[in-house]
């Protein structure tokens, strides 16, 4: 079984200019690409850069509006529904420009003043209206949803693995899954095996980054080696995507990645 590792253009080789990243993680060794911030250049420069590097588009994220500026997002924010339409609709045309084969709805706040259960229904509906849209728009794309951790985002309205997890089941589409970061697994305390054991079934795509300080393997305490073993044993064979922090140059911190080729030779 093939391990597939994607590498994100948004976090790591940011030491290149964007258009840049695409070949620079093909000499690498990577397979594929995600892009989390599709503001940052333009979908159609990104999505040419990308097929002349061959590097596949695994993953991208819908615009998020203001969550990076501390501000409660878009996707389950009630009274923003009217600004996540627009949001969806410019993403997922992006992905399809690009071939996107996963699409993250993007995470919220839950606002001061504001009930967590109207934000969920909220998201649900948006959720809703991402996935006719992508029927229209993109409809090779799978959107995910992804879960935060209470240390860095204790007012996320997706704090836990469950309770994403929860959201895929209610919703219940085979075109919504639910995307497992091993970093906000950890981070909350969880038990990656138990969580995988759980939820895997219902997650397409895995991202990763160690934990703490979200940089590259090897850098804090996730058994990689173990973890991976785990997804591969269950039948998992997704992508896995690198969206870490580089500690220092991205080429520099890449050892990680010989050693997930030796363990995984078919890779």
Known sequence: MTMKISASVSTMFRELPLLERFA???????????????????????????RAAGMPVVLMNLPLGDLFAGGPGLSGVPGREAEFASAAERGLRAAREMDARFVHVGPSRIPPG???EACLETYRRNAGQALALAGRLAPDAVLLVEPMNRVEMPDALFASIDEAADMVRLIGSAGFGLLFDLYHVAMNGDDIARAWAAHGHIAPHVQFSDAPGRNEPGTGSIDFAAAFAGFRASGYGGWHGAEYRPAGPTTAGLGWLAEMRRLHPSA
């Open 114 to 116: 504001h009930d967590r």
């Open 24 to 50: 620079a993680a093909a000499r690498a060794g990577f397979d594929g690409v995600e892009i989390q911030v599709i503001d940052e250049g333009d979908p159609a420069e990104m999505a040419q850069a990308a």
